[in-house]
């Protein structure tokens, strides 16, 4: 089920204002976008495929694509959440021409993968260091789809309607994986801090 994306309200982002100048056609609105996004694009592409070139053609082909069809796209959309969606779903229809890319969630329910890393520059203590290596590890060890709420979440620090869009399910749901995700990492945490007593 395709979600509605949420209605903005307030002030607009900088993004929304270069989205709309994008949509009448402003060329550096345009490569503000694919500037300000492709790192970010990148990095969630590469979870579903290592290989890099083809997560960097197909964001090349997601720009020409918005580029060509902009007099038709809503001017009204969380455009980091927009991207992204977009960005999966055209990794995904690829995958289904070559036999070579296999993509799709419900075939593939471990694809989505994550390497969670944590920043040495905040680690000043041995136990600081091995508490954060645990929580690395936990996280780790999380369903696919847990990951993938996660990363979006804490890593990418995009709203629960934005997840909504991208995963392609509504708010509730990403609230429930959240809640799922959170109280497996707290059983784990309170059973390796048990564990870790003198």
Known sequence: MLVAPPKQTGKLTDDQIQWQRFLKGNVVAFEYLMTTHFRALFSYGLKFSPDEEFVKDTIQDLFLYIWEKRRNLSADVPVAAYLMASLRRMMNRSSVKSPFLQLSYENHPDLFDVKFSVEKEYIRHETSRLMSQRLKLTLEKLPPRLKEVIYLKFYQELSREQI???????????????????????????????????
């Open 164 to 198: 909504a869009v991208i995963m392609n399910i509504t708010p509730q749901t990403v609230s429930n994986l959240l809640q799922i995700a959170m109280k497996k990492l707290r059983k784990h945490w309170k059973a390796e801090f048990f564990i870790s007593l003198p």
